[in-house]
């Protein structure tokens, strides 16, 4: 008698498990069809200069690239301005896009710098953001060292400024948490083995 009742009560767990997997499942889809718009805005994904670099006053242009080119026919949307501590913007002339890349020229002094840029996503979607570097002033020229008579003439030594271009940190505005997605998908696998499991030990006492 006990065998029969437990005979009946495993093939009631096993829908029952099945039953609220399905249930997940079908409350899950939507909310994931949803999602997916949210997390194709594009982000920032280099600067030049780069986040906390050290350039010289020499640089002439700051460049900023993104994973997707800006929208177009919206170029005042587009923002970049390159302030000193002070708060004023050494930036100069147009915003110039070439690709997913936009830039602007800059005559910069020397001191610690922030570009705040603003951008607009092929869906439409602004984001801005900022990166912070630093500018040095470029080193005077040596004068050439004059031979003294009978020594022999050595070859200059080149000094190579090292290059500044990294990628840049992506802006926090342009970041979209993982949410509780892969918890949910989880919980629904779990489910569908348990009631897998469920109906082959129901098959097994019924050959028994």
Do not use: C
Not at 7 to 35: E, I, K, N, Y
Not at 153 to 178: D, L, N
């Amino acid at each position: 008698m006990n065998d029969a009742r437990q005979d009946h009560r495993f093939p009631r767990l096993a829908r029952t498990l099945l039953g609220t997997a399905l249930v997940a499942v079908v409350g899950v889809l939507p909310a994931l069809s949803l999602a997916a718009p949210a997390s194709a805005h594009a982000a920032l994904t280099a600067s030049d200069p780069a986040e906390g670099s050290t350039v010289s006053t020499e640089l002439e242009r700051v460049e900023l690239t993104f994973s997707e080119a800006p929208l177009a026919g919206l170029d005042a949307g587009l923002r970049i301005e390159v302030r000193d501590a002070a708060g004023t913007d050494e930036s100069t002339g147009e915003v110039t896009v070439d690709g997913d890349t936009m830039s602007k020229a800059v005559e910069l002094t020397a001191g610690p710098h922030t570009v705040l840029w603003r951008y607009v996503s092929p869906d439409g979607h602004p984001i801005d953001g900022q990166v912070t570097f630093t500018v040095t002033a470029a080193a005077p020229a040596s004068p050439a060292a004059t031979p003294s008579a009978g020594s022999s003439s050595a070859a200059p030594s080149s000094s190579v400024a090292p290059s500044a271009s990294a990628s840049a940190a992506v802006s926090s505005a342009s970041v979209v948490p993982a949410g509780p997605f892969p918890w949910v998908l989880g919980v629904v696998v779990v489910l569908l083995l348990a009631a897998a499991a469920a109906a082959f030990v129901v098959r097994r006492r019924r050959r028994a």
